[in-house]
């Protein structure tokens, strides 16, 4: 890649944008080489496990507040179009979190679990359990999350594994790294 000044250089590869690029072609690399791909590796389609690595610049303190505190988890939990309209969590081992999304169309579908392990500023542990708009739970599974300084910014790793219990949960699996 061809960067005009250094500053542009260093944002680039500060960006995260390399690791994404070279998970990416690490993975075309399994497929050509006949290796089971992410979505493949459990050989089961009702279940699935993602890890997710990025580099926040922001203190490791704030991404975990991001984590922890209701009034941001709302801000940005969730895929693209849906937004969340009610967060609670209790922080902590046996705490329960909740989060309700809404679909563009209106629809509301609830994320909910336990805590069972809470180390402020460092790690949490939970189950992440998905139900459809009239409760049914569509998935089961449980989360990771590592809060790590890298320099003056916060490298997060995320680490979750689900278990599909309806028939259409191989659909929502496969679309868990995106």
Sequence with gaps: VFHPNKQSRDGHYNSG???GAVETFDRLEDLLAGRPTHAEASGNPMEGEVEIVRVFDAPRDLVYEAWT????MTQWWGP???TS?????????????QIVMRSPDGMDFRT????SEVVES???VF???AFGQDGTPFLKGV????????GKKTKLTVKAKVTGLVPFAPQMIKGMEP
């Excluded at 989360?143 to 890298?150: G, H, L």
Aim: hydrophobic share 25%; glycine share 10%; charged share 30%.
């Design 80 to 82: 693209g179009p849906f």
């Design 122 to 124: 460092e790690r949490l």
């Design 17 to 19: 944008m390399e690791q």
């Design 127 to 129: 189950t992440n359990d």
């Design 112 to 115: 909910s679990g336990i805590y």
């Design 69 to 72: 505190k209701p009034e941001h």
């Design 143 to 150: 989360t990771s999350v590592i809060f790590a300084d890298e």
């Design 85 to 97: 309209h009610s967060c609670k969590l209790d922080v902590r081992p046996g705490g329960e979190w």
